[in-house]
């Protein structure tokens, strides 16, 4: 997208959003349960960004994704903070690419309490790659115009020079 002068930016105050202030292990280690229980947030903002093609008119979208994951994570806070923070502490320590194979006992923990507190069961390898349907409130926005071009010629008349090609024909069956 091509910023000039004609175009409106959104207000600081328009963007300004509480953050979500955790490190790289945490936000592995509830990457999983964090995507089911923030689902709907995250297809209806991933729609809308498709759909528009305009980062500014989904920033509404976007701050319901950033406020399911703060309530997300102060959840967990409340009902697994030990078994988080050492399932979190395990995925950074074990390795540097932050591997999941080396933490399956403390997942599996951080898992069952999640279940049993929140509900949420881990998906299943694979979830995330499924298709999914979304039923967005959000009205489909308008097909495209096509672009019509005045100026071009319907086609060329019979009697326009065709001189046969420079090295031969591309369609060597039609020679």
């Given at each position: 997208m091509v910023v000039t002068n004609t175009v409106d930016l959104p207000t600081e105050e328009e963007l300004t959003v509480p953050e979500v202030n955790l490190s790289n292990a945490s936000l592995r280690a509830g990457a999983f349960h964090l995507g089911k229980y923030c689902e709907k947030q995250n297809l209806e903002f991933m729609l809308c960004r498709q759909e528009l093609d305009d980062p500014r008119k989904c920033i509404e979208e976007g701050k319901q994704v950033t406020s399911c994951t703060m309530n997300f994570f102060r959840m967990v806070k409340k009902t697994c903070a030990e078994e988080f923070a050492q399932y979190a502490n395990c995925l950074d320590k074990s390795s540097p690419y932050?591997?999941?194979?080396?933490?399956?006992?403390?997942?599996?923990?951080y898992d069952k309490c999640?279940?049993?507190n929140l509900q949420i069961e881990r998906p299943e390898y694979g979830y995330y790659c499924?298709?999914?349907?979304?039923?967005?409130?959000?009205?489909?926005?308008?097909?495209?115009?096509?672009?019509?071009?005045?100026?071009?010629?319907h086609s060329l008349p019979e009697d326009y020079p065709r001189p046969p090609a420079k090295h031969g024909s591309r369609f060597h069956y039609a020679n």
């Open positions: 932050f591997d999941y194979n080396r933490c399956r006992t403390t997942q599996g923990v999640i279940f049993d499924r298709p999914k349907v979304h039923d967005s409130p959000r009205p489909a926005p308008p097909p495209p115009e096509k672009t019509i071009y005045t100026d071009v010629p």
